[in-house]
């Protein structure tokens, strides 16, 4: 079915676009729960969650900002809810993982290393910032690495393992691969393996075809069967990255998490409208998207009856 079936995953908000950037990212938990509902109609069988600040905007890893907006979802939806562990660089450990070991979801995201996380560039776009916060993310990021060193990855694993919940493995270059590969041969992380190749960031691997070949081969070679091998592409390479991918037999990842626009300076209104571009395109090429029940099979998830939200 894995070959067939495309998995397709909605970043609804993340952290690292402010609300200044656009007027279509969510912030609310109102606005970050009807977001995801969205985007479940467009096609989406996971969504990949963050929250904020409801009145600023910022990055918020507290439980009590992801409790409404799960209850929501979850009322209203059987999707796949995979909750992030990344939260934001400015975070600590045991702050990011926090919504993770309260809500025991079936799914997690899992950066697989520490890199340099370079998001200044955006301030050459965006001259007018609303909130001070905004310009402290964005510049700070020339002088501020994105920790998961090996014990963090550990710690990461075993505190969730009894709680049932598998990983969407973050690899931003070759070296994660390996790594995830790592933490497999001590039997840490078991299969199937849920990779997420992450392209076009500054820090980590580019958005070529070469670059997106050669993170897909080294996985094959690594995981074989036990592998889906899902992508996301950064900014403007979103659609170029998920089209090749699909074409190649993986699953992708949208949402404005990843990027906020609908093509050359045109901003996407919604996750819904990117899901739809990109379901399009997947069908096209003669597959299937991916239920949440089939979604969940393939991935061998505990089921959402076993979450603790």
Same mark, same amino acid.
């Given at each position: /079915?894995?070959?067939?079936? %495309?998995?397709?995953? @909605?970043?609804?908000?993340?952290?690292? #676009?402010?609300?200044?950037?656009?007027?279509?990212?969510?912030?609310?938990?109102?606005?970050?729960?009807?977001?995801?509902?969205?985007?479940?109609?467009?096609?989406?069988?996971?969504?990949?969650? #963050?929250?904020? *600040?409801? =009145?600023?905007?910022?990055?918020?890893?507290?439980?009590?900002?992801?409790?409404?907006?799960? %209850?929501?979802? =979850?009322?209203?939806?059987? @999707?796949?809810?995979?909750?992030?562990?990344? $939260?934001?660089?400015?975070?600590?450990?045991?702050?990011?993982?926090?919504? @993770?070991?309260?809500? =025991?979801?079936?799914? %997690?995201?899992? *950066? /697989?290393?520490?890199?340099?996380?370079?998001?200044?560039? /955006?301030? =050459?776009?965006?001259?007018?910032?609303?909130?001070?916060?905004?310009?402290?993310?964005?510049?700070?990021?020339?002088?501020?690495?994105?920790?998961?060193?090996?014990?963090?990855?550990?710690?990461?694993?075993?505190?969730?393992?009894?709680?049932?919940?598998?990983?969407?493995?973050? @690899?931003?270059?070759?070296?994660?691969?390996?790594?995830?590969?790592?933490?497999?041969?001590?039997?840490?992380?078991?299969?199937?393996?849920?990779?997420?190749?992450?392209? &076009?960031?500054? $820090?980590?691997?580019?958005?070529?075809?070469?670059?997106?070949? #050669?993170?897909?081969?080294?996985?094959?070679?690594?995981? &074989? *069967?036990? !592998? #889906?091998?899902?992508? !996301?592409?950064?900014?403007?390479?979103?659609?170029?990255?998920?089209?090749?991918?699909?074409?190649?037999?993986? *699953?992708?990842?949208? $949402?404005?998490?990843?990027?906020?626009?609908?093509?050359?300076?045109?901003?996407?209104?919604?996750?819904?409208?990117?899901?739809?571009?990109?379901?399009?395109?997947?069908?096209?090429?003669?597959?299937?998207?991916?239920?949440?029940?089939?979604?969940?099979? /393939?991935?061998?998830?505990? &089921? $959402?009856?076993?979450?603790?939200?």
């Amino acid at each position: /079915m894995s070959a067939r079936k %495309a998995i397709i995953t @909605c970043a609804v908000t993340g952290s690292i #676009h402010t609300p200044s950037m656009s007027p279509y990212l969510p912030v609310t938990a109102e606005e970050i729960a009807e977001a995801a509902l969205g985007a479940v109609e467009a096609g989406a069988a996971i969504i990949h969650l #963050h929250a904020r *600040n409801p =009145k600023d905007g910022r990055p918020d890893q507290s439980p009590d900002a992801f409790r409404p907006i799960l %209850a929501s979802i =979850k009322r209203r939806s059987d @999707c796949v809810i995979n909750i992030t562990t990344g $939260g934001a660089p400015t975070m600590s450990l045991e702050e990011r993982l926090k919504p @993770c070991t309260v809500f =025991k979801p079936e799914v %997690a995201s899992l *950066n /697989m290393g520490s890199m340099n996380f370079g998001l200044f560039e /955006m301030l =050459k776009r965006y001259k007018t910032l609303k909130h001070e916060w905004e310009h402290t993310l964005l510049d700070g990021s020339r002088d501020r690495v994105f920790r998961n060193t090996f014990k963090d990855i550990e710690f990461i694993l075993t505190t969730c393992a009894e709680n049932g919940t598998r990983f969407e493995v973050e @690899c931003y270059d070759i070296g994660h691969v390996y790594t995830l590969a790592h933490f497999v041969d001590r039997g840490l992380v078991k299969p199937p393996f849920f990779v997420q190749s992450v392209f &076009g960031i500054l $820090g980590g691997i580019g958005a070529h075809p070469e670059d997106i070949a #050669h993170m897909k081969r080294t996985a094959d070679r690594l995981f &074989g *069967n036990d !592998l #889906h091998w899902s992508v !996301l592409g950064g900014g403007k390479s979103q659609m170029e990255v998920a089209a090749l991918a699909a074409s190649m037999g993986g *699953n992708v990842r949208v $949402g404005l998490e990843d990027s906020l626009w609908d093509g050359p300076g045109r901003l996407a209104e919604s996750n819904a409208h990117q899901v739809r571009r990109v379901r399009r395109i997947i069908e096209g090429l003669g597959r299937e998207i991916a239920t949440p029940a089939e979604a969940r099979a /393939m991935l061998e998830l505990k &089921g $959402g009856d076993r979450v603790a939200f």
